[in-house]
T-cell receptor
Framework: KQEVTQIPAALSVPEGENLVLNCSFT??????LQWFRQDPGKGLTSLLL?????REQTSGRLNASLDKSSGRSTLYIAASQPGDSATYLC??????????FGQGTELSVKP | NAGVTQTPKFRVLKTGQSMTLLCAQD?????MYWYRQDPGMGLRLIHY???????AKGEVPDGYNVSRLKKQNFLLGLESAAPSQTSVYFC????????????????FGDGTRLSIL
């Protein structure tokens, strides 16, 4: 059974700092891995999707990497801003066609 | 740009009552999903649909039923609500360019907050 783990559960950093969020999964047979952002009381917004054949994806200040063999992904946020404060979730798309989510990392960027 | 719309946004029910949550998407997506989000549990898939008239069970389907009579709508029903079904419910949709792989991001609604007393 696929299990997705995100560490840390919560993170607080000062504005301007670069940071890394971690995601690990137990079954490497995945179609893709997706990173989402969730603001309080809101739904999920897709940030980046990495296909199983890819190593990384970039969007603005965000860079996500994928190492299928070790079951790991990282989300790198450069020059963090208070507006980046949110919960970040990673999810893997199993070959059964279902998204399996981690529990999220709650990020707080202090001005 | 409505995207995925969920109604209602909030609801309080008594144990044993029934209700239906509605999800509507205007992106002509083939696939639709219902998740529940609970503290410490993350999001878990309840049911999903890969096209009009089709539904399938997800990870936690017990106590829920779904219907996909129209491509744009996906209904989640609780026949006899229980306190354990208190949660935030999210609907999502996606449309794979290639039906052999799941390579398109899912788009989420803003959620329905449901409390069962």
């Amino acid at each position: 059974k696929q299990e997705v783990t995100q560490i840390p559960a919560a993170l607080s950093v000062p504005e301007g700092e670069n940071l890394v969020l971690n995601c690990s999964f137990t079954d490497s047979a995945i179609y893709n891995l997706q990173w989402f952002r969730q603001d309080p009381g809101k739904g999920l917004t897709s940030l980046l999707l990495i296909q199983s054949s890819q190593r990384e994806q970039t969007s603005g200040r965000l860079n996500a990497s994928l190492d299928k063999s070790s079951g790991r992904s990282t989300l790198y946020i450069a020059a963090s801003q208070p507006g980046d404060s949110a919960t970040y979730l990673c999810a893997v798309h199993n070959q059964g066609g279902k998204l399996i989510f981690g529990q999220g990392t709650e990020l707080s960027v202090k001005p | 740009n409505a995207g995925v719309t969920q109604t209602p946004k909030f609801r309080v029910l008594k144990t044993g009552q029934s209700m239906t949550l509605l999800c509507a998407q205007d992106m002509n997506h083939e696939y639709m999903y219902w998740y529940r989000q609970d503290p410490g549990m993350g999001l878990r898939l309840i049911h999903y649909s890969v096209g009009e008239g089709t539904t399938a069970k997800g990870e936690v389907p017990d106590g829920y039923n779904v219907s996909r009579l129209k491509k744009q709508n996906f209904l989640l029903g609780l026949e006899s609500a229980a306190p354990s079904q208190t949660s935030v419910y999210f609907c999502a949709s996606s449309s794979p360019m290639d039906r052999s792989v799941w390579n398109q991001p899912q788009h989420f609604g803003d959620g329905t907050r449901l409390s069962i007393l």
